[in-house]
C-alpha cells in the first residue's frame, strides 16, 4: 500500500531563515505530488504540483519554491522566511482520482 | 461567488442523531467530487467519494445534485468520534493531475 512521509513533523523558524521541508511517498510509482498550506482557521491553498522528475507547476506567487529530484520526493524551500508564511504545510500524492495527504508539517515563523 | 462554500458551522448535535451538510460549487463541468475529514491539527483523510447516483458507506451517504450544484453528507447515528471538520472537494477534470478545490469545511461538534 503506498503510504507518503513529512518531516519535520513541527518546525519554529525566525523571520529571514531559511526553509526546507521534505516529502516522500512509498508504494507507488511516477505520482502525481501537490505541496498545500493551511493558514489557521482557512482552507487549503495549493502551492504546487508536479507531475514528474523536475517538472513543477506553481499556483501561488511567493517566495517558495519546490523541487523535485527523485520520483517519489517532494521539497518545498525558501531562502527566506516571511511572517506569513506560518502555517500547516501538506504534501499529497493523487491517484486516478482522489488525493492523500501526509502527516503535515506545522511552520511557526517569529 | 466561491468555487466551493459549505457552512462553517458549528454544527453541535447529540450523539445518535442525524446531521447532514451541503456544499456548493460554481463549476458546473466539475467532473468529480469528494468529502475528506479533518481532525484537529491532523492531514485531512478520504472519507468517501461522490457518485452521480448517491453512494452509501455504513453510517455515512453522500448525494451529488448537478441541477443545483451542491453535493451532500447525512450522518447517521452520529458517535463521539464523528466530530470533526468535514471537507468538501471539487475537481472539475475527470483524471490525470487533479487541480481539486477544497471548501473551507463545516465543523461537527458530537455531544453526550
Known amino acids: 500500500s503506498q503510504t507518503i512521509h513529512q518531516w519535520p513533523a513541527t518546525l519554529v523558524q525566525p523571520v529571514g531563515s531559511p526553509l526546507s521541508l521534505e516529502c516522500t511517498v512509498e508504494g507507488t510509482s511516477n505520482p502525481n505530488l501537490y505541496w498545500y498550506r493551511q493558514a489557521a482557521g482557512r482552507g487549503l491553498q495549493l502551492l504546487f504540483y508536479?507531475?514528474?522528475?523536475?517538472?513543477i507547476s506553481s499556483e501561488v506567487p511567493q517566495n517558495l519554491s519546490a523541487s523535485r529530484p527523485q520520483d517519489r520526493q517532494f521539497i518545498l524551500s525558501s531562502k527566506k522566511l516571511l511572517l506569513s508564511d506560518s502555517g500547516f504545510y501538506l504534501c499529497?500524492?493523487?491517484?486516478?482520482?482522489?488525493?492523500?495527504f501526509g502527516p503535515g508539517t506545522r511552520l511557526t515563523v517569529t | 461567488r466561491k468555487e466551493v462554500e459549505q457552512d462553517p458551522g458549528p454544527f453541535n448535535v447529540p450523539e445518535g442523531a442525524t446531521v447532514a451538510f451541503n456544499c456548493t460549487y460554481s463549476n458546473s463541468a466539475s467532473q468529480s467530487f469528494f468529502w475528506y475529514r479533518q481532525d484537529c491539527r491532523k492531514e485531512p483523510k478520504l472519507l468517501m467519494s461522490?457518485?452521480?447516483s448517491g453512494n452509501e458507506d455504513g453510517r455515512f451517504t453522500a448525494q451529488l445534485n448537478r441541477a443545483s450544484q451542491y453535493i451532500s453528507l447525512l450522518i447517521r447515528d452520529s458517535k463521539l468520534s464523528d466530530s470533526a471538520t468535514y471537507l468538501c472537494?471539487?475537481?472539475?477534470?475527470?483524471?490525470?493531475?487533479?487541480?481539486?478545490?477544497f471548501g473551507t469545511g463545516t465543523k461537527l461538534q458530537v455531544i453526550p
Open positions: 508536479s507531475v514528474g522528475i523536475g517538472q
Open positions: 499529497a500524492w493523487s491517484g486516478a482520482r482522489e488525493q492523500y
Open positions: 472537494v471539487v475537481n472539475p477534470y475527470s483524471g490525470g493531475y487533479q487541480k481539486v478545490t
Open positions: 461522490v457518485y452521480s
